[in-house]
């Protein structure tokens, strides 16, 4: 019977993002005709994209036990650099009016390095990984500045701008019709990839691995710092994704863009069960993370709710991920700890073993 309880708590506490997010529509769509109206409910995503895609990069380096706090000046620069590349000179760029099919992977590449040098900072030269990213994420931003210098690029290509602002198909209502973003159904599709990669294959299994117990990790065989580095590079390509995402939205770049962002990014990720201490957590939960945050954002904005109240339930949330991620925690510590008794001479005499 205990064992039973035991289970469908663990299931509960895995899968209770959902229900909170089936809880945030329910009463806010009961309490706004705003919130509920359909472009309102499609666009929840779609406002958040570029925010998606830094959650899944720092879900990534979450998992293996490190973080990345530099993510949002990754965006920023990434998105800066093409931008300046396409945007003609009266319009903020360096008038070279590049193709976006090149300014693309230009994107990329940035992401990429900065990725690369994050990854070999932390496992060749051993550098703590929040004091690494904490830097970089000073360093990124001031590049923005140096670039830009301080100004505005704008009137992307449509081509550029199609993932982060186009629509891939309208819905006919009686009033009107609604349009399903590309960066919805993008978002979506890349948590799910994501979700597949870490859960079925391999290099997912060592990056849980890496995360749960790295000097055990490395006793199995298992490489763990190329783990790290392959993680943080594929966060800097989540970087350049968000860029992507971000200007093409509002078809431009400014040296602010993606500003404020590295707060939500953790918090999304732990609210959707990603844990901070490594190895364990799923991308689904992780995408719910994102969409409750969205949710909530959008609700009670709509509700006009003043900003302090916002922000104050933002936290609360957070404390309430962090108290069940500790709860979770303890439970695997107890369940591992009987299991090893259940195996040794000393039994479970000791009756404080077996307490939750």
């Known amino acids: 019977m205990k064992e039973k309880t035991s289970k469908l708590l663990g299931i509960l506490f895995d899968n209770l993002i959902w229900l909170l997010v089936a809880a945030g529509l329910v009463i806010f769509s009961s309490l706004s005709k705003s919130f509920r109206a359909p472009n309102n409910l499609i666009s929840l995503l779609y406002r958040t994209s570029a925010l998606g895609l830094l959650v899944l990069g720092q879900s990534f380096t979450m998992i293996t036990g490190n973080f990345d706090l530099s993510s949002e000046s990754g965006l920023g620069l990434t998105a800066m650099v093409a931008a300046l590349l396409m945007a003609t000179v009266e319009n903020g760029g360096l008038g070279l009016e590049l193709s976006p099919f090149l300014a693309i992977p230009v994107m990329f590449g940035v992401g990429a390095l900065i990725g690369l040098v994050n990854g070999f900072l932390i496992t060749r030269l051993r550098m703590n990984n929040l004091i690494v990213t904490i830097a970089m994420q000073m360093i990124l931003r001031g590049l923005v500045y140096i670039i830009s210098p301080g100004a505005t690029a704008s009137f992307f290509p449509k081509a550029f701008n199609w993932l982060g602002g186009g629509s891939l198909y309208k819905i006919p209502l009686e009033r009107g019709f609604v349009n399903i973003p590309v960066a919805t ?7 799910v990839i994501a979700h597949i990669i870490t859960r079925y294959t391999q290099f997912g299994r060592n ?37 992507l995402l971000a200007a093409g939205r509002i078809d431009s770049a400014t040296p602010r863009t993606g500003s404020g962002m590295t707060f939500p990014v953790q918090a999304a990720s732990v609210i959707g069960g990603i844990s901070m201490a490594g190895g364990r957590g799923n991308m689904i ?7 409750l945050w969205s949710i909530l954002d959008n609700g009670l904005s709509i509700m006009k709710v003043s900003p302090f109240w916002i922000e104050t339930s933002r936290g ?3 404390l309430f991920a962090v108290f069940l991620d500790a709860i979770k925690v303890r439970r695997m510590h107890n369940r591992s700890l009987i299991e ?4 040794t001479t000393i039994g479970l005499k000791d009756k404080t073993v077996v307490k939750d």
């Open 285 to 291: 939960g992780a995408l719910g993370g994102l969409m």
């Open 185 to 191: 159904v993008f978002v979506i599709l890349i948590f």
């Open 316 to 318: 609360l949330i957070l």
């Open 207 to 243: 990056m849980y691995a890496t995360g749960s117990n790295v000097v055990a990790a490395k006793d199995a065989g298992i490489d763990t710092d190329k783990i790290i580095r392959w993680v943080y590079l594929i966060d800097g390509l989540c970087m350049a994704l968000a860029g």
């Open 340 to 343: 090893s008794l259940l195996h």
